[in-house]
């Protein structure tokens, strides 16, 4: 994928946080050589092209994007068909751009009622008869525009053709590294493939796993508030919703570590559409008891959000999309 | 040049600001910049899907709200979770917080001096622009720089084993932390306390002689171009001095005296947002003194936060070097509160000292070594948890509503970039309109504006030099009938 020994590459941000941004910076720290082969030619938050120069670039010119963020605002939609437009390669650069990612929440409610929470009901705000509107008349009598806020939130491959994916909230400077080794290959994988994170549960890499028995079977289900958790054990035998051994690996397990469970940015291991509803089978499944009722008590009694726990990175790509869609972004 | 009515000038988008950022400068018939606005097209709503959230989530939620500054965001959390929970932590988990913080703005802080805005001053704001960049930077320090950098790096990988991670930091729980420290990581911590120093007084010292050694540049950091005289806020301990984990809100007005200090529980007394139906972004203010638009003085309730503004509201600093540094700073410029806004960077170095400082008094204390670092809540939770801390942009507030099984139901949210947008905007308008005459778009307006916006924030301009790269702007030229009659680039 080399052209003129050197990999043209784009970075874009839509809905996002900075921090995929501060991870690749990471990885470019970690392996510095990396500067000399990469030709960037797009990155909105380091180097100055603009969208102007991304234009007028010949269409297939650029070998790789990394977009990173949700589909929030009408100008992601565009600058993301212009960059699939001018790239050979799209990647969904992490959580939020794979699968929604924790911005994705949001499509638990419908747009209005998150402008009305922000721009009406907060204690703070006191003029509930002003909010931000898509086209204003300044007293100078000139329109200032404002970019659209979508119904819902959408991951990258509702809007464009995505080729593969790099996840994690965000993915670690190795994942990034191992992923760009593999695009520099050349020897690239069938498309619609995760780069760069493992190919197993993240309870493979997790130093507690030694702990965990072959089948896991408990009594209760425990939030972690209230729970005093021993960091040398595996935090599912302890009753605390660790979602590792339904989570794809490749972070070193960051989190289990200093005693608290993953919560699944790494995401699906396969590319099922519903890692949520995997989610609550597999604690369902570890449950000691034959009882149904039982076993939904003491799920309700552990998890009071299933899917905030379930689907906390993942929600505008599963199932209950189809439902969010339908009905304009209220349910679940 | 076609002759018209009323146009206005597009710069989209900004390059280097977070959430992408518009300005547009509006001329009067003779092209003269009348006003000029500051767009944030951005938005996602935490404050919403908060809601029905268990609140200790809201600890690992949060910091997706910045990832160039999760940690303030989780510790902001974490403390209003401790509230909303109704339990304390033990001194150990408290000074553990304290002390990944201080990494945190330690690291953060270098960042921005050396990465971001450095490069205006270390190299000068008059170097060609394939220059002003980190590599930039570091030809002008030479191997000092690289030593600052891994220093900096071997804090942040320090940090990602206190704190689980770097990015999006997980360990913080209601009534402590999740995990006590392992010798090793103690070890490796009192290790490094030097290096931190060292970090600090290299620093300072680079930024004295390059800098102030600089009649060009002292001139720009003390010029009118970048004066607002507006009131200051930020969090003091019980002697008045900075503190970036814990304390009292202490406003001052634009005289310097005290105006109000008060627990983050009455913030709902002292202040208020104002909506712009042009932008996304909302401007907190001072309730009391009231909304005026976007003009300073002592009648506008705008309110100021980042560095400057906790030096301005502190009485001293509470560790020696820092407080000598402080001094020095108020000496020269001759005034207290400091309302030049580019003396930011001068604060950001203070505060650097403080830092590492803080850093070297916390990991020497034996406090840390306990194992005792949770204390696990017991009573009912809710109804109400508020939290707040010293982002490294300034005042992070968290405040949460809860019912009695700790579901969140409300969430409020004032983040730091907010308390200075209304500034920002007021500074960019400065900006354009001493610089845009006659429908002349002169050289230095990008590079005023820029600088102008880059000193609150390394948000607003998250990478700035960070790689070399022609720097462009396109003026779009419009009728008042918003069609584009002219369309150029720029170059700086």
Redesign the interface.
């Known amino acids: 994928m080399l052209s003129e020994g050197k990999v043209r590459i784009a970075f874009y941000w839509m ?9 690749q ?1 990471d990885a470019v ?1 970690d392996e510095p050589s990396l ?1 000399n082969i990469l030709d ?1 030619v797009f ?11 991304v234009e007028k670039l010949p269409d297939k010119s650029v070998d790789v994007a990394l977009i990173n963020g949700g589909v ?2 009408s ?1 992601h939609i565009e600058m993301a068909k212009l960059l699939r437009r001018k790239s050979k390669i799209v990647i969904a650069y992490g959580a939020c751009s794979s699968w929604g ?3 994705g ?2 499509n ?2 419908s747009r209005e ?3 009305s ?3 009406s ?7 509930k008869d ?4 898509v086209k ?1 008349i ?1 007293e ?5 525009e ?2 659209e ?1 979508l119904p819902i ?1 959408l991951p990258l491959n509702a809007v464009i053709e995505v080729d593969y994916y790099i996840p994690g ?2 993915p670690t400077p190795e994942t990034t590294l191992n992923a760009l080794k593999i695009l520099l290959s050349g020897k690239l994988p069938p498309k619609g493939s995760v780069l760069g994170a493992s190919q197993r549960a993240l309870c493979d890499e997790c130093p507690l796993n030694v702990t965990k028995p072959e089948k896991i079977l408990i009594k209760n289900l425990s ?7 021993d ?1 040398g054990k595996c935090l599912l035998i302890q009753g605390i919703p660790c979602l590792g051994p339904s989570t794809r690996g490749g972070c070193t397990a ?2 289990p ?4 469970p993953c ?1 699944g940015c790494y995401g699906p291991l396969e590319t099922h559409t519903d890692y949520g509803g995997k989610v609550i089978s597999f604690l369902a499944s570890i449950i000691d008891s034959k009882d149904e009722r039982e076993i939904a008590r003491i799920i309700e009694e552990g998890v ?2 299933p ?2 726990l379930a689907y ?1 990175f993942t929600l505008p790509a599963s199932r209950l999309r189809l439902n969010l869609m339908k009905w304009g972004g209220r349910g679940a | 040049m076609p002759s018209l009515r ?1 146009r ?1 000038i597009v710069v989209d ?1 900004i ?2 600001l ?1 959430g ?1 950022g518009r300005i ?1 400068a ?1 001329l009067d018939e003779r092209g003269d910049c ?2 000029a ?1 500051l ?1 944030v ?9 908060l ?7 809201a600890a ?2 949060t ?6 500054c ?1 940690t303030a965001h989780h510790m902001a959390s974490t403390k209003a ?1 401790d509230d909303l ?1 109704h339990v304390d932590p033990p001194i150990a988990a408290k000074k553990i917080r304290e002390l990944a913080y201080n990494i945190f703005m330690l690291e953060d802080h270098a960042l921005h001096f050396y990465v971001l805005a450095g490069p205006d001053f270390i190299v000068g704001p008059e170097a060609p622009r394939e220059e002003r960049n980190i590599i930039g930077v570091l030809k002008k320090v030479g191997a000092l720089g690289y030593k600052i ?1 891994s220093i900096r ?1 071997k804090l942040r990988k320090l940090n ?1 084993k206190i ?3 770097t ?2 930091p ?2 913080g ?2 009534g402590g932390i ?2 006590p420290l392992e010798p090793e990581v103690i070890k490796e911590l009192r290790d490094s306390v030097n290096e931190a120093i060292e970090l600090a007084t290299t620093t300072h010292k680079v930024f004295k002689s390059i800098v102030l050694g600089d009649p060009s540049i002292y001139k720009l950091i003390a010029s009118d171009a970048y004066r607002h005289e507006t009131y200051y806020m930020g969090l003091v301990d019980d002697k008045n001095r900075l503190n970036f984990y814990d304390g009292k809100l202490r406003i001052v007005d634009p005289r310097g005296r005290e105006y109000a200090k008060f627990d983050v529980h009455e913030y ?1 007394n002292y ?10 972004i ?1 401007f ?1 203010y001072l309730k009391t003194v009231g909304w005026k638009g976007f003009i300073d003085g002592p009648d506008s309730g705008i309110l100021c936060v980042a560095p400057l503004a906790r030096l301005n509201v502190s009485d001293s600093m509470a560790t020696p070097m820092a407080q000598q540094a402080f001094e020095e700073m108020y000496e020269t410029l001759g005034e207290k509160p400091v309302h030049y806004t580019l003396a930011t960077h001068w604060a950001r170095v203070i505060e650097i000292i403080y830092a590492a400082e803080r850093i070297k008094e916390l990991a020497e204390d034996p406090d840390i070594e306990s194992r005792e670092v ?1 204390n ?3 009573k009912t939770p809710g109804p109400t948890g508020i939290g707040v801390v010293e982002a490294p942009r300034g005042v992070l507030i968290h ?1 949460y509503e809860s019912d009695e ?3 969140l139901r ?1 969430a ?1 949210l ?1 983040v730091a970039t907010q308390w200075n947008a209304a500034r920002i905007n007021m500074s960019i308008d400065k900006a354009a309109r001493a610089l845009i005459r006659g429908g002349e778009v002169r050289e230095g307006l990008l590079n005023m504006i820029e600088m102008a916006f880059r000193a609150y924030d390394p ?1 607003h301009a ?3 030099h ?2 070399p ?4 702007i ?1 003026v779009e030229l ?1 009728n ?1 009938k ?1 069609e584009l009659l002219e369309k150029k680039y720029l170059r700086d």
């Open positions: 809905a996002s946080c900075g921090g995929c941004e501060e991870a910076v720290s500067i960037i990155w909105p938050v380091a180097v100055d092209f603009k969208k102007e120069d929030r605002l100008e990612g924790i911005p929440l949001a638990l409610y009622e998150v402008l929470r922000i721009y009901e907060v204690p703070t705000v006191y003029e002003k909010k931000p509107t204003y300044t100078e009598g000139i329109e200032l404002l970019p806020v939130l909230c965000p939030r972690i508030y209230n729970t005093r958790v960091p960051l989190c570590r200093v005693a608290m919560i009071p959000d899917a905030g906390k | 009323m206005k988008p390059t280097r977070e992408h547009v509006i009348i006003r606005y767009q097209p951005e938005l996602r709503g935490f404050e919403k899907f809601e029905g959230r268990p609140a200790e989530d690992v939620i910091p997706r709200i910045c990832g160039v999760p979770l929970f950098i790096r990602e704190m689980g991670r990015i999006h997980p360990f729980r209601p999740s995990k709902l202040v208020a947002e104002h909506i712009e139906p042009w932008t996304y909302k907190p949770l696990i809540p017991t405040h099984r700790g579901i409300k409020n004032l948000c998250c990478g700035t960070a790689l790269g022609e720097l462009k396109i419009y008042e918003g």
